[in-house]
DNA sequence: AACCAGGAAGTTC
DNA sequence: GAACTTCCTGGTT
């Protein structure tokens, strides 16, 4: 796990409020898992984020009681690079060494084997933090897909900020904090510090203040690399993007398991099953993204109803409740 | 109670 | 006019 943090050197100089992202003692968030009895419900304790853990001592075990609010919902599972990772052959290295996760310090001693090693250090941790900041950027990507707001803090409207709150909150399972922030753009809620969150709320101040620092260190990070990064500049150019179609909104979701499998998730992905699995959810993100506060299942569901004689999703022949099938699955 | 089906009318683009 | 949204009646799990 700590690959991660090890990874995000960088952004987390740029972002002081990451760290309290990390340090910061909120009561527990629950992350997205696709069995919602293998979800980890993550509280720190001082122990979790000391760096002590090597490269090399990796395992699943390492993963408790650590919050991860941004590439939290990263499994090797749907990750495999993440195995990969763990596969990287390190250059002969002593047993229980370990890799402090601080910014990489200047080479004290002269060993050449040592500065072998620190080189081969300094690129895998380059490695991952190239990765890790890609990861950053999808997700910004898609929350700004779904939400149709700009990835910059900067350029958003009072009501994209309002959106983005209602997205956090039902990202991270928050209770209601938007009303705080009522009246807000973009660049009222970036030129806030973090004493200004704690003010509004005192309880997730210092959380949303790292969030948004996330927000904007990513798109720092989106600046520097978009010209490389298609995807990035797909939200760029499509900023303002086209209504979204339901479909779309819930294909979106569908190819996002590790942010969205709690609330919907293929059965059969190859015959374009799928399952609603928290319908008052799915529903709530659709109003956000519609700016349809009154929205529904009851409603939405209409609306997936409608898609039955435009032959786009049908009930499937082995059917059950909110299960339905795309008709044509293209992936 | 929650979900499902579909008619009808309204809204937004 | 398309694509929903809202409201509704009635049926099923």
């Not at 948004?212 to 990064?229: Q, T, V």
């Amino acid at each position: 796990m700590f690959l991660f943090f090890s990874g995000l050197n960088t952004l987390r100089m740029e972002s002081p409020g990451y760290e309290h992202m990390l340090y910061s003692t909120h009561p527990p968030l629950y992350i997205s898992q696709p069995n919602p009895d293998t979800r980890m419900a993550c509280s720190l304790k001082e122990e979790d984020i000391k760096p002590t853990c090597s490269l090399l001592e990796i395992n699943e075990h390492n993963w408790s009681g650590v919050y991860m609010p941004y590439y939290d919902r990263l499994t090797i599972e749907e990750n495999p690079w993440l195995l990969r990772m763990t596969e990287v052959p390190a250059p002969a290295p002593p047993p229980f060494r370990t890799v402090d996760l601080s910014p990489p310090a200047p080479t004290q001693t002269q060993d050449p084997h040592s500065e072998m090693e620190s080189q081969a250090e300094e690129r895998c941790l380059e490695q991952v933090h190239t990765m890790v900041v890609g990861e950053v950027l999808k997700d910004i990507d898609t929350a700004c897909k779904l939400l149709n707001i700009a990835p910059d803090p900067m350029d958003w409207t009072c009501m994209h900020v309002q959106k983005w709150l209602l997205w956090t909150e039902h990202l991270y399972r928050l209770p209601q904090i938007s009303m705080v922030f009522q009246e807000l753009t973009g660049s009222n809620l970036c030129s806030m510090t973090e004493a200004d969150f704690r003010q509004r709320t005192s309880q997730f101040g210092d959380m949303l203040y790292a969030h948004l620092d996330i927000w904007r260190s990513g798109n720092k990070a989106g600046s520097k690399g978009k010209c490389d990064d298609d995807s990035w500049s797909d939200v760029v150019c499509n900023y303002p993007s086209q209504p979204i179609h339901l479909w779309q909104f819930l294909r979106d979701l569908l190819r996002k398991p590790h942010n969205y499998s709690r609330c919907i998730r293929w059965l059969n992905k190859e015959k374009g099953i799928f399952k609603i699995e928290d319908s008052a959810h799915v529903a709530r993100l659709w109003g956000i993204r519609k700016n349809r506060p009154a929205m529904n299942y009851d409603k939405l569901s209409r609306s997936i109803r409608q898609y039955y004689k435009k032959g786009i999703i049908r009930k499937p022949d082995v059917s059950g409740r909110l299960v339905y099938q795309f008709v044509h699955p293209v992936w």
